[in-house]
């Protein structure tokens, strides 16, 4: 496993466990980081898609109930809503990974760390929002630019 695939499962860990619990982002990643023996350039890569996720929330809950109307966030496992966020950063907002890339991570990491119909969604949901969007961002409203 690539040291990115590695960054992206530590992220969703990270992300997964502040979703139950007051720790700190920064505290949970060390720990996995260290567990899991990262390299600083994963920690980085990690740390950077965390920080993304968790300061563009609210636009990436936007973009997945626009396309998951089915799926409400608040009812969604916290597995698949944290990979549908990681991913949609990727592809929408950070715009660095192959859109390919973010969809098939995203995917694998459906794969690993979801229920068996996680992979599905996850690649119906990032599929649909690439038919759409296409090379645009997103402002603050889930709407393109």
Do not use: W
């Not at 089915?70 to 549908?84: R, Y």
């Not at 649909?128 to 393109?144: H, L, M, P």
């Amino acid at each position: 496993m690539g040291f990115r695939r590695k960054a992206r499962a530590a992220a969703l860990q990270t992300l997964f466990e502040l979703a139950f619990t007051r720790h700190s982002a920064e505290e949970v990643l060390v720990r996995l980081a260290t567990e899991k023996s990262l390299p600083q350039e994963a920690r980085d890569f990690s740390r950077e898609l965390i920080d993304g996720v968790l300061h563009n929330k609210s636009k990436l809950d936007s973009v997945i109930e626009r396309f998951a109307p089915a799926f409400p966030v608040e009812q969604m496992s916290a597995v698949d809503s944290n990979i549908l966020r990681l991913a949609i950063f990727e592809i929408l907002l950070d715009t660095k990974t192959p859109t390919k890339v973010a969809i098939n991570e995203a995917v694998e990491l459906a794969k690993s760390f979801g229920s068996d119909s996680s992979p599905r969604l996850v690649n119906g949901v990032l599929g649909s929002i690439v038919a759409e969007y296409r090379g645009q961002t997103v402002d603050s409203g889930g709407k393109t630019q």
